[in-house]
Nanobody, 124 residues
Framework: QVQLVESGGGLVQAGGSLRLSCAAS????????MGWFRQAPGKEREFVASISWPGRSTYYADSVKGRFTISRDNANYTVYLQMNSLKPEDTAVYYC?????????????????WGQGTQVVVSS
């Protein structure tokens, strides 16, 4: 069964940190690049970060570069998003996704499997 399950969201003050986790089944993780996307109320889903298989390359949206870090633990089929210096504009539902390929990508349509999302709220 294909499955991605996000966790780690919550309420945090501006300037704070959160670490999101995404637990994946082997079929959605091994040999696949992974990505994080987010969707704020009334807005389209947008790219946040991507990491290649097995993890040598990463790519970030300009809006989070220098503040967020994507990483993966291949032995435990888990991908992380460390979020520091959070801003109110980072408030969104964050989604984990696996790509049909090993290389990084910011293109949403290249990601075949998606989790249900985890809510992040950053208060000012």
């Amino acid at each position: 069964q294909v499955q991605l399950v996000e966790s780690g969201g919550g309420l945090v003050q501006a300037g704070g940190s959160l670490r999101l986790s995404c637990a994946a089944s082997g079929r959605t993780f091994s040999n696949y690049a992974m990505g994080w996307f987010r969707q704020a109320p009334g807005k389209e889903r947008e790219f946040v970060a991507s990491i290649s298989w097995p993890g040598r390359s990463t790519y970030y949206a300009d809006s989070v570069k220098g503040r967020f870090t994507i990483s993966r633990d291949n032995a435990n089929y888990t991908v992380y998003l460390q979020m520091n210096s959070l801003k109110p504009e980072d408030t969104a539902v964050y989604y984990c996704a696996s790509r049909t390929g090993a290389g990084i990508s910011f293109r949403i349509y290249e990601y075949a499997h998606w989790g249900q999302g985890t809510q992040v709220v950053v208060s000012s």
